[in-house]
Protein backbone atom coordinates (compact mmCIF):
# COMPACT_ATOMS: atom_id res chain seq x y z
CA UNK A 1 0.00 0.00 0.00
CA UNK A 2 1.44 3.53 -0.57
CA UNK A 3 1.14 6.10 2.00
CA UNK A 4 1.07 9.89 1.37
CA UNK A 5 0.83 12.60 4.09
CA UNK A 6 0.12 15.91 3.88
CA UNK A 7 -1.13 18.99 5.99
CA UNK A 8 2.56 19.68 8.21
CA UNK A 9 3.43 23.64 8.15
CA UNK A 10 4.72 25.65 10.64
CA UNK A 11 2.93 26.77 13.36
CA UNK A 12 3.24 28.91 16.80
CA UNK A 13 3.37 27.18 20.24
CA UNK A 14 -0.19 26.30 21.86
CA UNK A 15 -1.39 26.11 17.93
CA UNK A 16 -3.09 23.43 15.98
CA UNK A 17 -2.49 20.99 12.86
CA UNK A 18 -3.85 18.70 11.61
CA UNK A 19 -2.26 15.88 9.21
CA UNK A 20 -3.53 13.64 6.66
CA UNK A 21 -2.94 10.31 5.00
CA UNK A 22 -3.83 8.93 1.86
CA UNK A 23 -3.70 5.52 1.16
CA UNK A 24 -3.19 3.80 -2.74
CA UNK A 25 -3.11 -0.04 -3.66
CA UNK A 26 -4.67 -2.20 -0.77
CA UNK A 27 -7.65 -2.66 0.77
CA UNK A 28 -7.26 0.23 3.87
CA UNK A 29 -9.55 -0.98 5.69
CA UNK A 30 -7.52 -4.10 6.59
CA UNK A 31 -4.58 -2.71 8.24
CA UNK A 32 -4.29 -0.92 11.51
CA UNK A 33 -2.15 2.84 11.22
CA UNK A 34 0.07 4.73 13.28
CA UNK A 35 2.03 7.86 13.00
CA UNK A 36 5.36 8.19 14.15
CA UNK A 37 8.13 11.23 14.21
CA UNK A 38 11.61 11.36 13.94
CA UNK A 39 14.00 14.36 14.66
CA UNK A 40 17.40 14.65 13.09
CA UNK A 41 19.64 12.58 14.67
CA UNK A 42 17.22 10.66 16.79
CA UNK A 43 15.65 7.19 16.59
CA UNK A 44 11.82 7.55 15.17
CA UNK A 45 9.16 7.87 18.06
CA UNK A 46 6.16 6.08 18.11
CA UNK A 47 3.21 8.89 18.51
CA UNK A 48 -0.50 7.40 17.88
CA UNK A 49 -2.13 4.28 16.41
CA UNK A 50 -5.32 3.30 15.51
CA UNK A 51 -7.16 -0.16 14.67
CA UNK A 52 -8.67 -1.29 11.10
CA UNK A 53 -12.14 0.07 12.87
CA UNK A 54 -11.72 2.66 14.81
CA UNK A 55 -12.91 1.34 17.68
CA UNK A 56 -9.05 0.85 19.64
CA UNK A 57 -6.26 3.93 19.85
CA UNK A 58 -3.00 4.17 21.38
CA UNK A 59 -1.24 7.07 22.15
CA UNK A 60 2.56 7.89 22.93
CA UNK A 61 2.49 9.64 26.86
CA UNK A 62 4.08 12.46 24.92
CA UNK A 63 0.51 13.51 23.18
CA UNK A 64 -1.40 11.68 25.33
CA UNK A 65 -4.69 14.37 25.67
CA UNK A 66 -3.69 16.58 23.18
CA UNK A 67 -3.40 14.13 19.58
CA UNK A 68 -6.16 12.58 18.27
CA UNK A 69 -5.79 9.95 15.84
CA UNK A 70 -8.78 8.77 13.71
CA UNK A 71 -9.87 7.31 10.02
CA UNK A 72 -12.24 7.61 7.35
CA UNK A 73 -12.26 4.03 5.89
CA UNK A 74 -14.15 5.61 3.39
CA UNK A 75 -11.80 7.66 1.59
CA UNK A 76 -8.95 5.37 2.79
CA UNK A 77 -7.49 7.97 5.08
CA UNK A 78 -5.73 8.26 8.88
CA UNK A 79 -5.74 11.61 10.58
CA UNK A 80 -3.69 13.26 12.88
CA UNK A 81 -5.55 16.29 15.20
CA UNK A 82 -2.36 17.68 16.66
CA UNK A 83 -3.15 20.21 19.51
CA UNK A 84 -1.89 22.60 21.96
CA UNK A 85 1.62 22.28 20.43
CA UNK A 86 4.90 22.71 21.50
CA UNK A 87 8.16 23.02 20.21
CA UNK A 88 9.26 19.22 21.33
CA UNK A 89 6.60 18.43 18.41
CA UNK A 90 8.64 19.30 15.89
CA UNK A 91 9.53 16.61 13.53
CA UNK A 92 9.05 14.35 10.31
CA UNK A 93 5.27 12.77 10.87
CA UNK A 94 5.10 9.66 9.10
CA UNK A 95 2.00 7.61 8.51
CA UNK A 96 2.29 3.83 8.50
CA UNK A 97 0.74 0.54 7.81
CA UNK A 98 0.55 -2.33 10.40
CA UNK A 99 -1.18 -5.85 10.43
CA UNK A 100 -1.22 -5.40 13.83
CA UNK A 101 -2.46 -2.77 16.36
CA UNK A 102 1.38 -1.64 17.81
CA UNK A 103 3.69 1.49 18.61
CA UNK A 104 6.82 0.03 17.97
CA UNK A 105 7.83 1.04 13.84
CA UNK A 106 9.37 -2.59 13.52
CA UNK A 107 5.94 -3.93 13.86
CA UNK A 108 4.72 -1.57 10.64
CA UNK A 109 5.45 -2.73 6.58
CA UNK A 110 4.42 0.69 4.66
CA UNK A 111 6.05 4.03 5.25
CA UNK A 112 4.63 7.09 3.73
CA UNK A 113 7.42 9.63 2.72
CA UNK A 114 6.89 12.35 5.68
CA UNK A 115 5.73 15.57 6.50
CA UNK A 116 7.21 18.16 8.44
CA UNK A 117 6.08 19.69 11.31
CA UNK A 118 7.51 22.76 13.22
CA UNK A 119 6.65 24.96 16.22
CA UNK A 120 7.98 27.92 16.66
CA UNK A 121 7.16 31.05 17.94
Partial sequence: VQ???SGGGSVQ???SLRLSCAAFGQTF???DMGWFRQVPGREREFVAAI???GGRTLYSDSVKGRFIISRDNR???VFLQMDRLKPEDT???YCAAS???ASTEYDYDYWGQGTQV???S
Fill in 3 to 5: LIE
Fill in 13 to 15: PGG
Fill in 29 to 31: SSY
Fill in 51 to 53: NWS
Fill in 75 to 77: KDM
Fill in 91 to 93: AVY
Fill in 99 to 101: TSL
Fill in 118 to 120: TVS
